[in-house]
């Protein structure tokens, strides 16, 4: 059984190394078997880096439980994760994102499955940065930065005279994460300023190479997957929510990857960015061991949520999946 790895590399090129492909050209080639009452064969998913780490977690778990089973998970963006989907490629795109109505028209399904949210991340050496934590970004001013390009120094964003550029980094991949943080600024992915960098660790290593720059990354590529504390070189920039112009302390959430999640939960952190995260299929699956997994995923897959660094999914929306997944 192939190894699914659980810790995530600090660059893209590292990321690259961890690929958990799907062989043969995906599960059209995989025929899930029946030995008795113990399922076995093979079920695939691809796309979200936001979601990839937790799908890796629920991966193992549910392999524990049927050894004779193997979910192979691939990375490679939201974008990449419904093409694939609506492909047959595989089982379940990955998608950080709503599904279009043309989506939809095409047969995508989308199970919603967890929720995080995409953060405004800029290098924890910034000369800036106690003034920028203090002060936060609101939205008009991220507006300033991605959209209309009004804002392009420091001091720009914080009424002073200083001039230092501000490097810009946006995702060059369609990815639910950019869409996302357009969402919030009231554009789409295609209208965000900025140089574009493939990949959530992309985007992520670009911000620790450079002291001057701000990025927009999922919550899982600015903390630490295993102690939910900031990556070396990396810090979100807290949102001024109510643009006052300061952090208040109902606004402070930022230190752990637990406290931010709690506000997300709590409806304390804007929504966008904050989002629910889909397994997406091309209509019902039928894939045994597809819908096995997608099963575990919407019942006690969730209790792996919280420990990750996600939000569980309220019940209701659970339950409605689940009688979506009855209706074949």
Known sequence: ?????????????????????????????VE??????????????????????????????????????RIDVEGGGAGKGMTDALAG??????????????EIAKGALGFPVAKDAVVPTINEANPFYAE????????????????NG????????????????ISV??????????????????KHQE?????????????????????????LNNIGYAYDNNTHKPLPGIRVLPVDANANGQIDPDEDFYATKDLLTKAIADGKYPSPPAR?????????????VAVAFLKYVLTEGQNANEGVGYITIPQEKLDAAIQRLKSK
């Open 89 to 102: 490629q595989v089982d379940f795109g990955m998608v950080s994102r709503e599904v279009s109505e043309a």
């Open 1 to 29: 059984m192939r190894k699914i790895f659980t810790q995530l590399f600090p660059s893209f090129l590292g990321f690259l190394l961890l690929s958990l492909a799907v062989s043969c050209g995906g599960n059209k080639n």
């Open 276 to 288: 629910d995260l889909y397994l997406v299929s091309n209509g019902i699956p039928t894939n045994p």
């Open 150 to 165: 009004a804002i392009k120094t420091w001091g720009q964003l914080l009424g002073t005279a200083d001039e230092t550029a």
């Open 191 to 215: 209208d965000l300023l900025g140089e574009g960098v493939n990949s959530d660790p992309g985007v992520a290593n670009a911000v620790q190479k450079n002291i001057n720059s701000i990025g």
């Open 32 to 69: 899930p078997q029946s030995n008795g009452d113990e399922l076995s064969g093979r079920a695939s998913l691809s796309g979200a880096f936001a979601l990839y780490p937790l799908a890796v977690k629920w991966a193992e778990d549910f392999q524990k439980i049927h050894p004779n089973v």
């Open 169 to 186: 980094f946006t995702r060059s991949d369609a990815c639910g994460a950019a869409e996302t943080w357009a969402k919030w600024l009231g």
């Open 132 to 147: 920028l934590v203090k002060h936060g970004i609101t939205q008009e001013q991220a507006t300033d930065i991605w959209i």
